[in-house]
């Protein structure tokens, strides 16, 4: 038997449960999307997601859902390389661990060894917790893509509740899906990553396509939606520079860009902690393999060529929007 | 390389049998070890309870030290509500310690998959359909998991009997395993093909770092580079080959060396 003959078994065949889980109403919800799964229970969701030795590389062919309560801390202050776009309290949360994407990229395949998703159930107890910030920033899709789950889990519409009962908390859902229902408030942004074609089909694997997540971002635009654009990260190849260049040329011709809120832009960096299993999962990316500078504990392009690609991108938004409205790496 | 581990030697022949020729490389302590010839299969018979599992497992692998391909297996019987059924398990609960091991199931083997709870006496009571209980699994996960990762080994149980007291000899033992024999080293083949997907880029780092007169340091950069130069399709031999032609490499001298290695650098990553 050859490699090639090898076949998996279909993503979330099966979905283990903490015994703790089992009666919350997100799981109900969920189990009905997966009436055919096998079911396995367990105690703690660390006896799988934390196992020492997994392979994201294997894993990733066969994903598992592991459904959860988070009994531990739910709401975690932003970390420095992340954007704050101008907001002094800046929090995020994590509702679920994980992505159903596979961006060659990635930061979690650094953070976690496992290509498994895990869900916490135990929504209303994020919710509780948000409700008690005060005025703060939060982002909701940070460790995951939570749009991208949706369809399974319907998370972002709690935070959008919470955003709608609480004006003083501005949330953001970021994603590099093409979601189709917005909800239009002053504190809800919506965050789309956008990348060109060539970068999605090389290295966002699973990803909505340049074009739908356009189509997706006019939709928010037009029922009225905060929206941000995230250029972010650019990541480098040979092209680059043509490749950002026409799909800024088709943000600015096909969406209404008066309308967007703001922009983020950077260019690929990642802690240099994440870097070492990131390349074991992704032996074959140039994304991940590119020969990084380490700054400050952060692997990052070489400083001119960070600084250029950054520069690039910035100049051509400025075409249609004030340096107020963008917010760049450095 | 595959590694089987029985309990006892009446499960342990067919596999003996279906890799035959095997030498037998070890008789100590109650553990056999046998290697087909290819040296790609290994068949131990570890002796019944957690205790024999795990001093067998970990001698196997001291004296076979498994690599990123290789895979491991526990065949054995146990109790269960299906005799005759072979089933591989995703669940291993120690009734002592209360521990929960989970081996990965990822694979489409086409068996169906169960809970095992491994005790440490003879089941007599009656069991219930979706456990099975034997007396090595969660000492065989146990060691598995500090050698390998979770998607390198798996468990295949036949079911032998209900736990109510019910007498298995050895020839029905043999005979139980002999019935799924092909569907267990089928199984086998199936992990092996997958393990033996994980691939890394390889070539020889020796010959490039002589070139670059590298130090240690300079060796780990210089991988780095040829790694990312695969990853993205550039042809690095010819670029080496171009700096060879303009008498840049090799380098005289460590010193000289690095400043190539930076070189080499900015060429990879620009041109």
Redesign the interface.
């Known amino acids: 038997m050859s490699s090639a003959d090898v076949s998996f078994l279909r993503n979330f065949d099966r979905i283990y449960i903490e015994k703790d889980a089992v009666d919350y109403p997100l799981t109900s919800k969920i189990l009905e999307h997966f009436k055919s799964a096998k079911l396995t229970y367990i105690r703690h969701y660390k006896d799988i997601f934390n196992r020492s030795r997994q392979s994201f590389e294997f894993q990733s062919h066969s994903r598992k859902i592991i459904l959860a309560v988070n009994r531990g801390k739910l709401v975690y202050e932003g970390a420095p390389v992340c954007h704050n776009y101008g907001n002094d309290r800046f929090f995020y949360t994590s509702t679920v661990l994980n992505c159903p994407y596979d961006c060659e990229y990635c930061f979690l395949k650094g953070r976690y060894s496992t290509a498994n998703i895990v869900i916490f159930v135990n929504v209303e107890d994020y919710i509780a917790k948000a409700s008690e910030l005060g005025e703060c920033y939060l982002s909701v899709s940070f460790d995951t893509d939570l749009p991208a789950m949706d369809h399974i889990t319907a998370i972002s519409s709690v935070w959008a509740e919470l955003a709608q009962e609480h004006p003083e908390i501005t949330i953001e859902i970021r994603t590099k899906s093409a979601p189709k229902s917005f909800i239009a408030l002053p504190n809800l942004v919506y965050a789309f990553t956008l990348s060109p074609q060539e970068i999605i089909d090389r290295f966002e694997h699973g990803t909505a396509g340049l074009e739908a997540r356009l189509r997706s971002l006019r939709l928010a635009l037009s029922k009225g939606c905060k929206v941000r654009v995230c250029v972010d990260p650019i990541i480098y190849i040979d092209n680059w520079k043509e490749l950002y260049g026409r799909m800024i040329d088709r943000l600015i011709a096909e969406c209404d860009v008066d309308k967007i809120n703001d922009y983020g832009i950077g260019a690929f960096r990642i802690s240099s902690e994440y870097i070492k299993a990131i390349r074991r999962a992704e032996a074959y990316s140039a994304a991940v393999q590119f020969p990084f500078e380490n700054r400050d504990g952060y692997c990052e392009y070489p400083y001119e060529l960070t600084k250029a690609m950054v520069d690039y991108v910035r100049d051509r938004i400025r075409e249609v929007a004030d340096d107020g409205k963008i917010f760049c790496q450095y | 390389m595959l590694y089987f581990f029985c309990a006892i030697r009446c499960e342990a022949q067919p596999l003996i049998d279906h890799y035959w020729p095997m030498d037998l490389v070890m008789s100590k302590g109650g553990v056999d070890i046998y290697m087909s010839e290819d040296g790609q299969s290994v068949v131990c018979i570890s002796g019944i309870g957690k205790t024999d599992m795990a001093y067998a497992a970990a001698v196997t692998f001291s004296l076979l030290p498994p690599d990123d391909s290789s895979c491991a297996f526990n065949v054995g019987i146990c109790a269960g509500y299906k005799p005759g059924s072979l089933y591989i398990v995703?669940?291993v609960s120690d009734c002592d310690s209360g521990r929960?091991?989970?081996p990965?199931?990822?694979?489409?083997t086409g068996l169906e998959?169960m809970?095992i709870r491994t005790v440490s006496r003879v089941i007599n009571e009656g069991i219930t359909e979706d456990v099975l209980y034997d007396m090595e699994s969660s000492a065989f996960a146990e060691v598995c998991?500090r050698y390998?990762?979770?998607?390198k080994f798996a468990l295949l149980k036949v079911v032998s009997d209900k736990g109510e007291g019910s007498v298995v000899t050895e020839g029905m033992a043999t005979d139980l395993i002999n019935n799924k024999i092909d569907i267990i080293t089928k199984t086998a083949?199936?992990y092996?093909?997958?393990c033996?997907?994980?691939?890394?880029?390889d070539y020889d780092l020796d010959p490039y770092s002589e070139l670059f007169c590298c130090s240690a340091s300079m060796s780990r950069?210089l991988r780095?580079?040829i790694?990312?130069a695969?990853?993205?399709?550039k042809d690095y031999e010819d670029l080496i080959k171009v700096m060879k032609e303009e008498a840049k490499l090799p380098a005289s001298c460590r010193k000289d060396g690095k400043e190539m290695l930076g070189e080499f650098?900015r060429r990879?990553?620009f041109t």
Request: hydrophobic share 40%; aromatic share 8%.
């Open positions: 995703d669940k929960e091991l989970y990965d199931i990822l694979y489409d998959s809970e998991m390998m990762g979770p998607e083949s199936i092996q093909a997958a033996a997907k994980a691939d890394k880029p950069e780095a580079l790694n990312y695969i990853a993205d399709g650098r990879l990553i």
